[in-house]
């Protein structure tokens, strides 16, 4: 297991903006520290490289990338409600973004077969000319775009399990057919009006996007019923050359975000399904660190997901939930064998 990771991560707060705000350095600090009295769970670490701006650009247009460069150089501030950046965020996110990329080029080149990537800030909300929802460059478009434009992968499966829609993601692809976004998300959370079943992309890509939308609420066996009997039928029909994985963790139970109601064997679970299907598609995984707000279940989950994609425990079978997996089934249906 490949471990990226970077100091400026720690350098991003914006509660230097906003005292209540969740994303803090405590979320990275957490994690390390349980990683480091774990032994690193056997992974190898590596420093995560700065992503240059022609990177950025391959998802980002040139004018995001300069509102972006130019406001944190400028001493930073408020872009909406949410998203606030101060003079090192730029640079933090370059090394997310870098680092995602940096993965992808060692897992495609085999040197090994799996990765994690725990960098802020994260990405999944940030669209082509758009920062939003914590997010200021969208690390995994970012790298699953290089993996097919200048690595000569295929096909690429982004599987987005945070409980927040991955907007960005999906509206990056959307007309795509040679990237596959797949997100699990809970129904009514930000972003508003993002994330309706009904959203299968279009053009070429019509039916290369799948969302899953699911009340507030759900536990473990409706999270794994739908990404066991929906998401991975679809990633094996689908047979990506590369799997990404946006691995938010803000289902916990715990968390301050989300109403759902996972926990961190939850994590190790969809992470073993995840990982089955990557080896059945002979396909290296990546995992991108995205949402999660509760530093201590964060930092549980992270290790249980690390341990399941490097190969421990098993997957385990679940039976389809009547309401809500049948009537995703039935949706996703009209696109794929399911």
Not at 96 to 114: F, K, N, P
Request: proline residues 6%; glycine residues 10%.
């Amino acid at each position: 297991m490949l471990y990226f990771h970077h100091a400026s991560s720690l350098e991003h707060d914006p509660s230097v903006f906003a005292p209540e705000h969740p994303d803090t350095p405590e979320r990275i600090e957490a994690i390390e520290a349980k990683l480091a009295d774990a032994g690193w769970a056997g992974c190898e670490r590596r420093s995560a490289p700065a992503a240059d701006e022609r990177e950025l650009t391959l998802v980002h247009t040139e004018e995001h990338v300069r509102f972006i460069r130019d406001l944190c150089l400028s001493g930073g501030g408020q872009i909406d409600e949410d998203t606030y950046v101060g003079e090192p965020s730029y640079r933090a996110a370059l090394h997310a973004a870098g680092g995602a990329s940096a993965m992808v080029r060692a897992l495609v080149a085999g040197e090994d077969t799996c990765g994690f990537c725990a960098v802020r800030p994260s990405g999944h909300h940030a669209g082509p000319n758009s920062a939003m929802g914590f997010c200021l460059f969208n690390n995994v478009a970012i790298a699953a775009e290089l993996a097919v434009r200048e690595l000569g992968v295929r096909s690429v499966l982004i599987i987005d399990w945070d409980v927040h829609h991955g907007n960005g993601t999906a509206e990056s692809f959307r007309r795509r057919d040679d990237v596959l976004v797949a997100s699990i998300h809970q129904t009514g959370l930000f972003p508003p009006g993002t994330g309706a079943m009904s959203d299968v992309g279009s053009g070429d890509g019509l039916g290369y996007t799948i969302n899953v939308p699911l009340p507030r609420g759900c536990d473990e066996e409706v999270w794994l019923s739908v990404l066991e009997h929906v998401v991975i039928p679809v990633g094996q029909e689908f047979a990506p050359e590369l799997l990404l994985l946006s691995a938010g963790f803000d289902a916990h139970r715990d968390d301050p975000l989300g109403d759902c109601l996972l926990d961190t064997e939850s994590f190790a679970q969809m992470a073993c399904q995840v990982r089955e299907l990557a080896r059945s598609a002979g396909a290296p995984v990546g995992a991108v660190l995205e949402g999660g707000y509760a530093p201590p279940a964060l930092a549980d989950s992270v290790l249980a997901t690390i341990r399941a994609l490097a190969g421990e425990g098993e997957a385990e079978s679940i039976a389809p939930d009547p309401l809500v997996t049948s009537r995703v089934a039935a949706h996703v249906g009209h696109y794929w064998t399911l």
